[in-house]
């Protein structure tokens, strides 16, 4: 699998996650080596993501509290509405 995230006019690098991804790693290989220092080189910013369970799980919703990050509310089974889908 290949994680990447896209601002309005940037884009964090892509991250390649061999296995499965479960909740503990999605926090240490995704949120915290690749979004928050992408999110502490914006302005203002409002993360988004799709409902499956590691991005779900309380921990990670912990995460996000602790590190004072937005998140945009998003419909349970929606990826086809998800920007990044059409790249």
Same mark, same amino acid.
């Given at each position: 699998?290949? *994680?990447?995230?896209?601002? =309005?006019? %940037?884009?964090?690098?892509?991250? $390649?996650?061999?296995?499965?991804?479960?909740?503990?790693? =999605? @926090?240490? #290989?995704? +949120? #915290? /080596?690749?979004?928050? &220092? =992408?999110?502490?080189?914006?302005? /203002?910013? @409002?993360?988004?993501? !799709?409902?499956? $369970?590691?991005?779900?799980?309380?921990?990670?919703? $912990?995460?996000?509290?602790?590190?004072? @990050? #937005?998140?945009? &509310? *998003? &419909?349970?089974? %929606?990826? !086809?509405?998800?920007?990044?889908?059409? +790249?």
């Amino acid at each position: 699998m290949v *994680w990447g995230g896209i601002g =309005y006019h %940037s884009r964090t690098p892509l991250v $390649r996650i061999a296995g499965i991804l479960n909740s503990q790693r =999605y @926090i240490s #290989e995704v +949120l #915290e /080596t690749v979004v928050l &220092p =992408y999110l502490q080189g914006l302005a /203002t910013a @409002i993360f988004q993501q !799709d409902n499956a $369970r590691p991005h779900v799980a309380r921990i990670v919703q $912990r995460f996000f509290v602790n590190h004072q @990050i #937005e998140l945009l &509310p *998003w &419909p349970a089974c %929606s990826l !086809d509405l998800s920007p990044i889908e059409n +790249l």
